[in-house]
């Protein structure tokens, strides 16, 4: 490589290793194609969790424009399953670290029932920020903060699907948008540090399958726009 190359490479490597930005096009209406320019992370198994604990992927994003920041928090989790019978009830939960000190502070849950699925229920908590997988001394907040909004959709198929296994023909999620001031953000990072299928739409109860978890968080940046984690792609030298 000529030396009047390396300028070239370094600008290569500084533009890759950046964050995807926010697009701000999500709208909450139980539409997903929306979510296709936004980061998403797919589930990678197939069916490794029965039946209404299945998840199939999940997504975030933040209304960032230029110059910032954010005031709206984005989050989309699908499910397997598209249809409950009886009781039963799809759950996931949010788990946020707001002030990032590694903990808890607020949660998001949300439950779907019926046959297909309908989204019977959101729910807010405020946390303890004592612990780093679980809401500790979850309180609700009843109503949820204004401008907490949730749509579901039971028919996500392709190209809006996350995560394709051979017996599907249809996948049922969950959009949510949150204000950051309801969530007590005001500078920093946001890290949401679970994103689960839960027991029961609270954020104590038993986890199943988790897109994100504590050790593969999604985050966040309001001032920056950045809504991933920095991934560097392979490249080479010749």
Known sequence: ??????????AFLVLTALPAQASNTVTIDGVMSDWSDEFCRPDTVCDDFSNQFDAKGACIASNWV??????????RFDFDDFARTGANTQDGCWLVDVDQNGNVDAALCFTLANNPVTLTQTRY???????NSTCASAAEMIPVPVGTNCAVSNNVVAPDILFSCPADTRDSGVECSVPLAAMGWTSGVISLLRGCTFASAQPNSNSSDCIADI?????VDPEGGGNAPVELIDFSIK
């Open 1 to 10: 490589m000529r030396m009047n190359a390396w300028p070239v490479l370094l």
């Open 66 to 75: 230029t110059p910032g920041p954010a005031t709206t928090l984005y989050l």
């Open 125 to 131: 908590f405020s946390c303890a920020d004592t612990t």
């Open 215 to 219: 050790g593969n968080p999604f985050t």
